[in-house]
């Protein structure tokens, strides 16, 4: 089954950092365009940042700019959200999938392969 696995959560107090690491399992990566999106309790999914087959980012989100950033290894089939002064706000679980195609979308719904998630805790 394709899937990713994502990892690197846990509690980090406001104005840390985090990298979190998103694997594929069952598939390669290459060609394809992946995202990352989070869900905060209560709140619906939302899109955070997306790469591209080629490298080129689309952030998702205009809170997270300047702050997050998302870069991919083909050879390791591994997506990464670097997240920088984080924000009580961006608790939540965090999740990446892929479009299946080169390029990324601001459409949730085209993205597949979800992973379970990764908690992410802001607080002091």
């Known amino acids: 089954q394709s899937q990713f696995v994502e990892s690197g959560g846990g509690l980090v107090q406001p104005g840390g950092s985090l990298t979190l690491s998103c694997v594929a399992s069952g598939f390669a990566i290459d060609y394809y365009a992946v995202g990352w999106f989070r869900q905060a309790p209560g709140k619906e999914r939302e899109g955070v940042s997306c790469i591209n087959n080629s490298g080129r980012t689309l952030n998702l989100l205009d809170s997270v700019k300047g702050r997050f950033a998302i870069s991919r290894d083909n050879a390791k089939r591994t997506v990464f959200l670097q997240m920088n002064s984080l924000e009580p706000e961006d608790a939540g679980v965090y999740y990446c999938?892929?479009?299946?195609?080169?390029?990324?979308?601001?459409?949730?719904?085209?993205?597949?392969?979800w992973g379970q998630g990764t908690q992410v805790t802001v607080s002091s």
């Open positions: 999938a892929t479009t299946y195609t080169s390029g990324c979308s601001g459409t949730e719904s085209v993205f597949r392969s």
